[in-house]
């Protein structure tokens, strides 16, 4: 459950106080008592989904985050390489077929495999759930220049929102600790 927040009236000193508040970029806040609450608030459908793991075994919020980083880190590829070409004249033509693959490869798609990513100037987005160690059979590529999204729990999924720019998690520790106490209490 999560509460999509005036920033005026979070302002307020009878301001109802969450122990985690998103603030996005256009200044919006969510507050919620959860992590799962910013989720929700970030990936549509989040909050319908079940059980965690379906009689298959797949973890259905897993999917859900790494599908909306997928979304996220392919826009952000295609802005990410759009502005080193509009900076750098002549960049698009001068990457190899195996770069241009690596920066137009749909980021939910088949893994890529590869060494390493060595680009000066255009950072590769990669998800992190791809490779190792969450995925055993595809080793990561190496290189300093490569921004891995993660959706593997919920604090890395915001973390990866952090990351890229589209907001900040503020965490309010004497809230925490006073719902720790709280349950402690029941």
């Known amino acids: 459950m999560f509460t999509k927040l005036d920033p005026e009236a979070a302002a307020k000193p009878d301001a109802e106080v969450f122990p985690f508040t998103f603030l996005?970029?256009?200044?919006?806040?969510?507050?919620?008592?959860?992590?799962?609450?910013?989720?929700?608030?970030?990936?549509?459908?989040?909050?319908?989904?079940?059980?965690?793991?379906?009689?298959?075994?797949?973890?259905?919020?897993?999917?859900?985050?790494?599908?909306?980083?997928?979304?996220?880190?392919?826009?952000?590829?295609a802005v990410l390489l759009a502005e080193v070409s509009g900076r750098i004249p002549g960049t698009e033509e001068a990457l190899s077929e195996d770069q241009l693959t690596a920066l137009l490869h749909p980021k939910g798609a088949e893994v890529l495999e590869f060494d390493e990513w060595t680009h000066p100037d255009i950072p590769l987005i990669l998800l992190a759930t791809q490779y190792a160690p969450y995925n055993d059979e595809v080793i990561a590529p190496a290189g300093e220049n490569i921004v891995w999204l993660n959706g593997h729990d919920e604090r890395r999924f915001i973390q990866s929102l952090e990351l890229v720019?589209?907001?900040?998690?503020?965490?309010?520790?004497?809230?925490?600790?006073?719902?720790a106490l709280l349950a402690e209490a029941a």
């Open 165 to 179: 720019g589209m907001g900040s998690l503020l965490v309010n520790e004497a809230k925490l600790e006073e719902r």
């Open 24 to 77: 996005l970029q256009d200044n919006s806040l969510i507050g919620s008592d959860t992590l799962t609450g910013i989720c929700e608030a970030t990936i549509e459908g989040y909050a319908d989904i079940g059980e965690a793991d379906t009689a298959d075994g797949v973890d259905e919020h897993l999917m859900a985050r790494t599908d909306a980083l997928a979304s996220l880190g392919g826009t952000l590829q």
